[in-house]
């Protein structure tokens, strides 16, 4: 199986075109104020155009509002909508209903229990999203860099296509690949010199590595 490589929060220009140019399957812009990574609808609205037939477009939300989710479902025109949030299964249903994407639903994950929660989205979401659980009092649910011990998701059955994410590296992610056979494997914080700020190299570092490890 082929892995695929989303990059998510990007923001500039220039870190877009790492990911593009990479050959990165998805791109993700974050919608959530507390995020370093967040971006206004003008400014994502700008870079979706650039991305636009390249890769798939993901919109990164947290227990968005209706209002929130039609203003970014109208102006950027995602592929897929994240939902990184407490969304429930209802939830789920009634946004790819309401709104025509794709959905990929972000698990938060320490435990093989946390890991086997995936199993009441799976008929509701296009990909499950296992992602390391945040620090308690954490203002974010994801993007701290984090991994999680990817043996708890030996409870998951493979025929489930998920993403991995949570603390992937260039340095790592042909180990997680290994591991844990993903669909997809999600970085932002992995390929960035501080919050928010993202590197060419190391997305090109990163996708590189992932390229290698489908190789072998």
Known sequence: MTTKTKICGLNTREALAAAIDG??????FVFFAPSPRHLEIAAARRLAEQARGRGDIV?????ATDAVLDEIAKEIAPDFLQLHGSETPERVVEVKEKFGCKIIKAMPVRTSEDAALAKTYTKVADLILFDAKAPSGATRPGGHGQAFDWAVLDAVSRDIPFMLSGGLTPDNVQEAIRATCPQSVDVSSGVETAPGVKDADLIRRFLQAVKTANQS
């Open 23 to 28: 050959g990165a399957d998805y791109v993700g």
């Open 59 to 63: 919109a990164l939300t947290v227990d």
